[in-house]
């Protein structure tokens, strides 16, 4: 997974994964609810009275969360009974106005709790969550299951032509309508209880899978005694390997599996029995038919997930769930990946012929299979593009890349200026805190960053937003990136790799959707979009990081202030490029192999996984013995486990806009601030305020089209390999 971005989504996530677990008992928790320990003393109880409402970090206790949550809740579903019950006929004014200021008390402390217990959790925090997330479900169910509120909804809907609205009030219209009934609001009262049903099952069947998936991996490590069968590891991996099995009491050593089919030290071990042995663990690690065995419960979460798409009247699961996405059909997702198979496995064929030689060169006497490929990758990205990631880090400095890079970026695109503000609470000590003012001095928002790794932190990188961007309630954004950059020694300057500086622009991009927000409604404000969306500006700011005039304001040596040596600045624009047949056509099979799953009609048996995930990558072209999918269907979490089902092309997506997107930059003289306030002003200040295609297509003049794709990423017909 491509772990940024994903945080604001943290809430939704949550909720689908419990979505209907509790709603039977819906009624008798809530009432039951007493306030008793939520009152003036709590800072969640009123707004912040700091700049921008900026969460009072010095005064929030982890016991202050729970109550706020909860009274939150309860606020939240009198202010909704009381549009529910209004007896006046249903305006924007009395129906959809208060329904966008209602729950702002279980905002705020919705809004601070996702983030801090993703990025400075302990077990209170952890246990608040777990408490909570099927109670944040039931909530969200009561609220989009509620006939008479939903009679209101409808009632305006219908007369939406009528009532001379502007843009935004009328997307709102259509916008909260379509999620109502994509919710299932527009079912009998009976279909509502098949539905729930359905949800029900579907969470515990989820549920299901995650915990066999935990103990599948956990169950999959590879196990040695034999020091030799690690030849290849660092003294410090081989360690790592030791602890690991002296942390489960076994003797010898211990490979612990990561998530995905590629196991990182597969990069390094030079053992070819022992690469063949790792992988096959992954490979097969919940199909061995025992008690973890993941198959059965993917094709009965497939075959239910068809018969509640059925029940919402649509063809099948994918159809129901991109409705809503940029995307809108599995037909256009579909086409889109089509389209790049050709590419991307033609490439991979170049790659593989590359490590072929390698192997021949060195006598390998076999064949390339995908155990051996990271191994002899590495080889191949050594000899063509030697590159040092110890020689380069002296030049990215952190605070110089923060001001020199990613702000001088914004300030030459945008015009916006940033001011470090030492009067706001921190949760840590590390985070800083910046104002960010428009060209002509207003004030814009505040963000806060929170770079280095710490234990309590989950890993990764993300962006998420403590207040949102509102007109209608009088709110200006304050957002926050997080990381996990390697903290230096005390006295030490921050040193980062490559992919370090790109993830920072990578965030800053999210933070600049969230940060030019200009939007009248909370719900459509800033990165409030769809999947298939959210990492477009995100992957688009990736590109200032390498863009040369940015580039050369931010590499300096961090001692002497040189600009980094044209030749390594070459060299890490080259090996950009590396390996993105791989990449892409891993990534391409398992967001088919998610499609073909959701595209199965409710009528279609139960299927069987091994057979059913040979056909469909035949069928996609993807059937590649060297090039496994990224997840195998028995342990794809992501469609699953969590919210990714029929979603898995979101990365690949974003991918292409961020890349037509910059194409548009390059064709239009680049790095200028007429171009970035044109972008500001068409996508990055409008959240979710328009249909997004047309919003894009109404930016770039046409719609998007993967050949600059193709042409960055090296995979257009005779790019550079
Ligand atoms: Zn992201």
């Given at each position: 997974?491509?772990?940024?971005?994903?945080?604001?989504?943290?809430?939704?996530m949550?909720?689908?994964?419990?979505?209907?677990?509790?709603?039977?008992?819906l009624?008798?928790?809530?009432?039951?609810?007493?306030?008793?320990d939520?009152?003036?003393?709590?800072?969640?109880?009123?707004?912040?009275?700091?700049p921008?409402?900026?969460?009072?970090?010095?005064?929030?206790?982890?016991?202050?969360?729970?109550?706020?949550?909860?009274?939150?809740?309860?606020?939240?579903?009198?202010?909704?009974q009381?549009?529910?019950?209004?007896?006046a006929?249903?305006t924007?004014?009395?129906?959809?106005?208060?329904?966008?200021?209602?729950?702002?008390?279980?905002?705020?402390?919705?809004?601070?709790?996702?983030?801090?217990?993703?990025?400075?959790?302990?077990?209170t925090?952890?246990?608040?969550?777990?408490?909570?997330?099927?109670?944040?479900?039931?909530?969200?169910?009561?609220i989009?299951?509620?006939?008479?509120?939903?009679a209101?909804?409808?009632?305006?809907?219908?007369?939406?032509?009528?009532?001379?609205?502007?843009?935004?009030?009328?997307?709102?219209?259509?916008?909260?309508?379509?999620?109502?009934?994509?919710?299932?609001?527009?079912?009998?009262?009976?279909?509502?209880?098949?539905?729930?049903?359905?949800?029900e099952?579907?969470?515990?069947?989820?549920?299901?899978?995650?915990?066999?998936?935990?103990?599948?991996?956990?169950?999959?490590?590879?196990?040695?005694?034999?020091?030799?069968?690690?030849?290849?590891?660092?003294?410090?991996?081989?360690?790592?390997?030791?602890?690991?099995?002296k942390?489960?009491?076994?003797?010898?050593?211990?490979?612990?599996?990561?998530?995905?089919?590629?196991?990182?030290?597969?990069?390094?071990?030079?053992?070819?029995?022992?690469?063949?042995?790792?992988?096959?663990?992954?490979?097969?690690?919940?199909?061995?038919?025992?008690?973890?065995?993941?198959?059965?419960?993917i094709?009965?979460?497939?075959?239910?997930?068809?018969?509640k798409?059925?029940?919402?009247?649509?063809?099948?699961?994918?159809?129901?769930?991109?409705?809503?996405?940029?995307?809108?059909?599995?037909?256009?997702?579909?086409?889109?990946?089509?389209?790049l198979?050709?590419?991307?496995?033609?490439?991979?064929?170049?790659?593989?012929?590359?490590?072929?030689?390698?192997?021949?060169?060195?006598?390998?006497?076999?064949?390339?299979?995908?155990?051996?490929?990271?191994?002899?990758?590495?080889q191949?990205?050594?000899?063509?593009?030697?590159?040092?990631?110890?020689?380069?880090?002296?030049?990215?400095?952190?605070?110089?890349?923060?001001?020199?890079?990613?702000?001088?970026?914004?300030?030459?695109?945008?015009?916006?200026?940033?001011?470090?503000?030492k009067?706001?609470?921190?949760?840590?000590?590390?985070?800083?805190?910046?104002?960010?003012?428009?060209?002509?001095?207003?004030?814009?928002?505040?963000?806060?960053?929170?770079?280095?790794?710490?234990?309590?932190?989950?890993?990764?990188?993300?962006?998420?937003?403590?207040?949102?961007?509102?007109?209608?309630?009088?709110?200006?954004?304050?957002?926050?990136?997080?990381?996990?950059?390697?903290?230096?020694?005390?006295?030490?300057?921050?040193?980062?790799?490559?992919?370090?500086?790109?993830?920072?622009?990578?965030?800053?991009?999210?933070?600049?959707?969230?940060?030019?927000?200009?939007?009248?409604?909370?719900?459509?404000?800033?990165?409030?979009?769809?999947?298939?969306?959210?990492?477009?500006?995100?992957?688009?700011?990736?590109?200032?990081?390498?863009?040369?005039?940015?580039?050369?304001?931010?590499?300096?040596h961090?001692?002497?202030?040189?600009?980094?040596?044209?030749?390594?600045?070459?060299?890490?624009?080259?090996?950009?490029k590396?390996n993105?047949?791989?990449?892409?056509?891993?990534?391409?099979?398992?967001?088919?192999?998610?499609?073909k799953?959701?595209?199965l009609?409710?009528?279609?048996?139960?299927?069987?996984?091994?057979?059913?995930?040979?056909?469909?990558?035949?069928?996609?072209?993807?059937?590649?013995?060297?090039?496994?999918?990224?997840?195998?269907?028995?342990?794809?979490?992501?469609?699953?486990?969590?919210?990714?089902?029929?979603?898995?092309?979101?990365?690949?997506?974003?991918?292409?806009?961020?890349?037509?997107?910059?194409?548009w930059?390059?064709?239009?003289?680049?790095l200028?601030?007429?171009?970035?306030?044109?972008?500001?002003?068409?996508?990055?200040?409008r959240?979710?305020?328009?249909?997004?295609?047309?919003?894009?297509?109404?930016?770039?003049?046409?719609?998007?089209?993967?050949?600059?794709?193709?042409?960055?990423?090296?995979?257009?017909?005779?790019?550079?390999?």
């Amino acid at each position: 997974m491509h772990a940024s971005g994903l945080a604001h989504y943290t809430v939704n996530m949550q909720t689908l994964v419990f979505v209907a677990a509790v709603v039977a008992g819906l009624s008798t928790l809530f009432t039951s609810l007493s306030r008793a320990d939520f009152g003036p003393d709590n800072p969640f109880f009123h707004p912040s009275s700091l700049p921008f409402q900026a969460p009072p970090f010095d005064k929030i206790k982890d016991q202050d969360y729970q109550p706020a949550i909860e009274a939150g809740m309860a606020e939240q579903l009198e202010e909704i009974q009381a549009i529910a019950k209004n007896p006046a006929p249903p305006t924007l004014e009395n129906t959809l106005i208060p329904w966008e200021r209602s729950g702002q008390l279980l905002r705020r402390a919705q809004g601070t709790f996702s983030a801090v217990v993703g990025a400075n959790s302990d077990p209170t925090l952890l246990q608040i969550r777990s408490i909570e997330a099927p109670k944040l479900a039931a909530h969200r169910d009561a609220i989009y299951l509620d006939a008479k509120l939903f009679a209101r909804l409808e009632a305006i809907y219908q007369q939406r032509k009528s009532l001379n609205l502007d843009p935004e009030s009328l997307r709102l219209v259509e916008y909260t309508y379509d999620e109502f009934v994509h919710a299932g609001a527009k079912l009998s009262d009976a279909d509502k209880a098949e539905l729930k049903k359905l949800n029900e099952e579907l969470a515990s069947l989820s549920n299901t899978f995650s915990t066999r998936l935990l103990a599948a991996t956990k169950d999959g490590a590879y196990v040695t005694a034999d020091k030799g069968a690690l030849a290849g590891l660092t003294d410090a991996e081989i360690n790592a390997a030791g602890e690991a099995a002296k942390g489960r009491k076994e003797e010898g050593f211990v490979i612990p599996l990561q998530n995905t089919t590629q196991q990182p030290d597969l990069v390094s071990l030079s053992n070819r029995a022992t690469r063949e042995t790792l992988f096959t663990n992954s490979w097969n690690r919940a199909e061995h038919g025992d008690a973890n065995d993941t198959r059965e419960t993917i094709a009965k979460i497939a075959q239910l997930r068809a018969q509640k798409a059925k029940l919402l009247g649509y063809p099948n699961f994918a159809a129901w769930k991109i409705e809503d996405q940029m995307a809108k059909t599995p037909e256009a997702a579909l086409r889109f990946m089509d389209a790049l198979v050709p590419a991307a496995t033609s490439r991979a064929a170049g790659e593989a012929q590359d490590i072929q030689a390698v192997i021949d060169r060195q006598n390998g006497g076999f064949k390339l299979q995908p155990w051996d490929w990271e191994f002899y990758a590495e080889q191949v990205r050594k000899a063509k593009y030697d590159l040092d990631e110890e020689q380069v880090k002296p030049y990215f400095e952190l605070n110089n890349i923060l001001q020199n890079g990613v702000f001088y970026a914004a300030t030459q695109l945008y015009g916006i200026t940033f001011k470090e503000r030492k009067d706001l609470p921190v949760y840590d000590s590390h985070m800083r805190v910046f104002e960010v003012f428009n060209a002509g001095g207003s004030s814009l928002a505040l963000f806060y960053c929170d770079y280095f790794k710490r234990d309590n932190k989950q890993g990764g990188a993300w962006m998420n937003s403590y207040v949102d961007q509102s007109k209608l309630l009088g709110t200006k954004p304050v957002v926050v990136n997080v990381a996990n950059f390697a903290m230096p020694a005390p006295g030490e300057p921050a040193l980062l790799t490559s992919d370090d500086v790109r993830t920072m622009f990578h965030e800053f991009g999210h933070a600049l959707h969230g940060m030019f927000a200009n939007s009248q409604y909370p719900s459509l404000s800033g990165t409030s979009t769809a999947r298939d969306f959210v990492e477009f500006p995100s992957q688009f700011n990736e590109y200032w990081a390498t863009y040369p005039a940015v580039f050369k304001n931010y590499a300096k040596h961090y001692k002497t202030g040189a600009p980094m040596p044209a030749e390594l600045m070459e060299k890490i624009k080259k090996a950009d490029k590396f390996n993105k047949g791989y990449d892409i056509t891993e990534l391409l099979a398992a967001a088919e192999l998610d499609m073909k799953w959701h595209t199965l009609a409710a009528s279609a048996p139960l299927q069987n996984p091994d057979s059913f995930e040979t056909e469909a990558l035949q069928q996609t072209h993807l059937a590649i013995p060297y090039v496994p999918p990224r997840y195998r269907s028995s342990y794809f979490a992501h469609i699953w486990g969590s919210g990714y089902s029929a979603g898995y092309y979101a990365y690949l997506w974003t991918q292409m806009l961020a890349d037509d997107a910059f194409q548009w930059f390059e064709d239009h003289g680049g790095l200028t601030r007429a171009n970035g306030d044109r972008l500001r002003e068409m996508i990055l200040s409008r959240g979710n305020t328009e249909e997004l295609e047309q919003l894009y297509v109404a930016w770039r003049g046409a719609k998007p089209s993967i050949e600059p794709m193709l042409k960055y990423r090296g995979l257009a017909p005779g790019g550079s390999k």
